[in-house]
């Protein structure tokens, strides 16, 4: 091989790297990037819509005259949980409060814990900031006290769609009563059998 043609060659090879490096450098200067995508896939026998998971829950104005003595309580207020695509499976679900089966060859059940700090004077009831002699009584569809912090009565769901129905309502404590603004967070949690 000649020199002349080598120097041709030699060059061109330069030119050839030249050009990936600059290729390579424009990648470093922000014309491409990268996605890492991951997640699982669990198996659930329904889905929370998403409008159901988190919620504003307006309670109006209750007047201290409605809650003379610790028991009465103000216009309940009714919550929707809307579950979607439910799934038809067997269950065979326990009460944690009566002891009783709920079973069905065909029907998922859930039972719905909610979470929340108990008032003082009666941990029943739902704790609120910034009012006092109130706190929060939970109910289900059946009104039926929901125990907090513990697992609700077991509740057959239809395949498809389904909206669980519980109820929200202003009540007075022993505490003394004094009126303001008030707010609670309460935390649910759905637990499929």
Known sequence: MNIACWRKSGWLA?????GQLNAADERVDGNDGLLHVH??????ACRLAMDSAWQEVDM?????????KPGDQGTPVRVEIRLED?????????????GDLLWSRDQPSVTVSFV?????????LVRVTGASGLALRLTDRLHRSVRLNG????????PGNNVLFYYIAP??????LVAGAWQALIH?????D
């Open 151 to 158: 697992e609700g009565h077991p509740l057959l769901l239809e």
């Open 86 to 98: 439910c799934l038809p499976s067997p269950t065979s679900a326990r009460d944690a409060w009566s």
């Open 116 to 124: 929340a700090p108990g008032e003082l004077l009666n941990p029943g």
């Open 14 to 18: 330069l030119l050839l790297m030249a």
């Open 60 to 68: 109006g104005s209750t007047a201290t005259g409605a809650l003379k």
């Open 171 to 176: 009540e007075r404590t022993p505490a003394p």
């Open 39 to 44: 997640g699982a896939l669990t198996e659930s």
């Open 188 to 192: 649910f949690r759905l637990n499929y």
